[in-house]
């Protein structure tokens, strides 16, 4: 039940790559690998220019994006659907135990991203 809850949220991860192919393929013009691997749909990394942000700033910014945050709030609507806790209390333990191991898995990235281009 648990696994059927999160593949559910999952949808909302896929279709933001889903986004990003549809946005390549049809909306933007003339664009280079960086161009790529630069842009999420719905992220903060959107706000700044390819210049203006260090490379290990890259991830934790397309990280933090409205699909993510759609992502969380799916997992705890499933949770609270398929056990007999209370939406809120479903939300707390989603954010204690998939946003803390988010923000590690961010830092651990960034850490790697340091160690590479230094």
Avoid: C, H, R
Avoid at 9 to 27: D, Q
Avoid at 75 to 88: D, F, Q, T, Y
């Amino acid at each position: 039940m648990i696994f059927t809850a999160v593949v559910a949220a999952e949808i909302i991860i896929v279709l933001a790559s889903l986004i990003k192919f549809l946005w390549f393929a049809f909306f933007a013009g003339n664009y280079t690998l960086d161009d790529m691997n630069f842009f999420y749909p719905l992220s903060l990394i959107n706000l700044f220019g390819q210049s203006e942000v260090a490379k290990y700033w890259i991830y934790p910014l397309q990280s933090v994006n409205l699909f993510q945050i759609a992502y969380i709030l799916m997992l705890g609507v499933g949770l609270a659907k398929i056990s007999s806790v209370k939406k809120e209390k479903a939300d707390i333990i989603v954010l204690l135990t998939y946003g803390s191991a988010f923000i590690l898995w961010i830092a651990f990235i960034m850490f790697i991203t340091i160690d590479i281009y230094s």
